[in-house]
């Protein structure tokens, strides 16, 4: 079945470097839809960004990141950290015409940003 | 603008308890419906989707049920719980209909069975 990994648990970063959140996905479908959920602390998940377009950078709110089919990867970039980044960051796998629009998440990475 | 609404906020039951937990969504007419649920150090699943008023479907059988009796009304229950039905449950919707949806999601429910 369709799984998404997300290799580190935590990232510990300080303020001004930049950011590389990994994301692997496995699916037999071959146009998947990839999503970057964020949830800060005491806030629900929200939308960051999505792609299904194979190799085109998407941006939001000074992040990015681009979905390559040949890798299976969507990997969520940004070139400095803020104090503010700090949050929960899932990447999340569907695709057309999936029973119940179903998100399939990963198991999440916590990005911590210090001064 | 849309707002969503889960209640309780946090919840501690005992194994074999029954559970509704409730979600509203105000703003949005005839919204798609969605109940994810997170274990402990786990990953959102997601348990139901309603697509209109009385129609639920599941996704991940857990012992769990859901009902749609409102428009902007939905209902997470069961009449037993288990251990492990322990966790953090969010409710969401969407406007479109789609494997692209962006999903709205609610600030969640926190479960404790003791």
């Known amino acids: 079945g369709d799984s998404v990994t997300q290799t580190e648990g935590l990232v510990t970063l300080t303020e001004g470097l930049p950011v590389m959140l990994n994301c692997t996905y496995q699916?037999?479908?071959?146009?998947?839809?990839l999503f970057w959920y964020v949830q800060h602390l005491n806030e629900s998940p929200r939308l960051l960004l999505k792609?299904?377009?194979?190799?085109k950078r998407t941006e939001h709110q000074g992040f990015h990141a681009t979905l390559h089919k040949s890798s299976s990867s969507f990997h969520l970039q940004k070139s400095s950290a803020q104090l503010s980044d700090s949050a929960l960051y899932y990447c999340?796998?569907?695709?057309?015409?999936?029973?119940?629009?179903?998100?399939?998440f990963g198991i999440g990475t916590l990005l911590s940003v210090k001064p | 603008a849309q707002t969503i609404h889960q209640w309780p906020v946090a919840e501690i039951k005992a194994v074999g308890s029954p559970l509704s937990l409730g979600c509203t969504i105000k703003?949005?007419?005839?919204?798609?419906l969605y109940w994810y649920w997170q274990a402990t150090g786990g990953t959102l699943q997601q348990l139901f989707y309603?697509?209109?008023?009385?129609?639920v479907e599941s996704v991940v059988q857990l012992n769990l049920s859901a009902s749609r009796p409102k428009d902007d009304q939905f209902i997470l229950s069961t009449e037993k719980l288990l251990l492990s039905h322990s966790g953090f449950y969010l409710c969401?919707?969407?406007?479109?209909?789609?494997?692209?949806?962006?999903?709205?999601f609610g600030p969640g429910t926190r479960l404790t069975v003791l």
């Open positions: 792609s299904f377009t194979d190799n």
């Open positions: 999340a796998l569907s695709h057309y015409g999936s029973s119940g629009n179903k998100l399939i």
């Open positions: 703003g949005k007419s005839s919204p798609n």
């Open positions: 699916t037999i479908y071959s146009n998947p839809f």
């Open positions: 969401a919707w969407s406007e479109d209909w789609g494997g692209d949806a962006e999903q709205f």
């Open positions: 309603s697509i209109t008023v009385g129609q």
